[in-house]
C-alpha cells in the first residue's frame, strides 16, 4: 500500500516541470532587469544638469543689475535693463571657472587675472574674447537654459540679450 506522500494528484505539476518553470521564470526575470538596467544606462542625459536644458528660476526672481550663479547649469544669469543674459563661467583664456566677484563689481579669473564685466567683455588680462554665452528660452515665466550649445563671441551686442 502506497503512503499519502507518495501519490500523485491529478493536476499537480510535476516536479521536474515545476524546477524547470521556476528556472527560466527566474532566468527570464533576471534578463528583463538587465535590459532595463542596459536602457536606462544608453539613454541620452536628462534634462536638468550642464550639457543638457537647465532651469534657472522665474523671471520676476532676477533683479535688474543683478548677476545670479546657477550652480547646476555653470553658468551666471544676469539681468539687465533689457533682458537675460547667460554667461558660461568658463574662462576664454586657458578655461578656469570664473567667478563673480562683488566686491569688485565684475568676474574676476583666479588664474591669470582675466576680467570681465557684467556683460562677459574682457577688461583686463589676457582673455582673448568675451565669456561664452547659452541660448534662453522663457516658458511661461520660467527662464530655461541650454548649456549644450554654447556660443562664442566676439563682442556684446545687444541681440544677445533676451528679452524678459
Ligand atoms: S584661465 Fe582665466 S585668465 Fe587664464
Given at each position: 500500500m502506497q503512503s499519502a506522500e507518495h501519490t500523485i494528484k491529478p493536476n499537480a505539476i510535476p516536479r521536474r516541470s515545476f524546477l524547470n518553470l521556476a528556472f527560466f521564470s527566474s532566468l527570464a526575470l533576471l534578463l528583463a532587469q538587465s535590459l532595463a538596467a542596459l536602457v536606462k544606462f544608453l539613454k541620452?542625459?536628462?534634462?536638468?544638469?550642464f550639457g543638457g536644458e537647465v532651469y534657472a528660476g522665474r523671471v520676476d526672481e532676477f533683479t535688474v543689475g543683478s548677476v545670479n550663479r546657477v550652480l547646476a547649469g555653470r553658468f551666471y544669469l544676469v539681468r539687465t535693463e533689457e533682458g537675460l543674459l547667460a554667461l558660461w563661467q568658463?574662462?576664454?583664456?586657458?578655461?578656469c571657472s570664473v567667478p563673480w566677484v562683488d566686491a569688485e563689481a565684475q568676474f574676476h579669473c583666479p588664474c591669470h587675472g582675466s576680467l570681465f564685466n557684467n556683460l562677459g567683455?574682457?577688461?583686463?588680462?589676457?582673455?582673448?574674447?568675451p565669456l561664452d554665452i547659452f541660448p534662453i528660452s522663457i516658458r511661461n515665466g520660467e527662464v530655461w537654459v541650454d548649456t549644450g550649445k554654447p556660443i562664442q563671441r566676439s563682442r556684446f551686442d545687444a541681440g544677445q540679450v533676451t528679452r524678459a
Open positions: 541620452p542625459v536628462p534634462s536638468g544638469g568658463r574662462c576664454t583664456h586657458l578655461g567683455e574682457v577688461t583686463g588680462g589676457p582673455a582673448p574674447r
